[in-house]
């Protein structure tokens, strides 16, 4: 494999890792696939003020607290099912920098076994070449759902 072959499947690979440890909630092993100085922003778009809100935006130690306090609220039992489709993988800074653009869809089954799609949009993540491989400078989380019937606290 070429080097630009191996840097494409490596961020495949990260971009899907990402989306099993949320679905199986091994939380420190998604916060591990983030840079120390990464950040996680979750945003939408509204129609009806014609501007993009954010909804979160967290450093990776804010991010990573977040998680750990999870299990201490109450929260929605259902499982939840990311599906990650990675479109575009744009190298710049001679290669140690790589802009992302994937779509997801997570689908949520609830305790009873029925299964509805819970949100829908695209993950804009910078990444940062490391010694330790690729990691997440920043994930940006665009969010085509903005009417959530059951909250989640965890990250989409």
Request: with cysteine; glycine share 8%.
């Amino acid at each position: 494999m070429t080097g630009a072959t191996e840097d494409r499947e490596g961020i495949r690979t990260l971009t899907s890792r990402s989306a099993r440890f949320l679905n199986e909630g091994r939380f420190a092993d998604f916060i591990a696939l983030f840079a120390e100085d990464g950040h996680y922003i979750l945003e939408a778009e509204s129609a009806e003020i014609g501007k993009r809100m954010t909804w979160l935006d967290l450093s990776c130690a804010e991010l990573d607290a977040l998680l750990e306090e999870s299990p201490q609220h109450v929260h929605d039992l259902a499982g939840r099912k990311h599906m990650v489709t990675v479109e575009e993988i744009d190298f710049s800074d001679g290669g140690d920098r790589a802009d992302v653009l994937s779509g997801f869809a997570v689908f949520r089954t609830d305790i009873d076994g029925r299964t509805e799609v819970y949100a829908v949009g695209n993950y804009a993540d910078t990444l940062r070449r490391t010694d330790d491989g690729w990691r997440i400078a920043t994930r940006r989380v665009i969010v085509e759902t903005r009417m959530f019937r059951t909250p989640t606290p965890t990250p989409l």
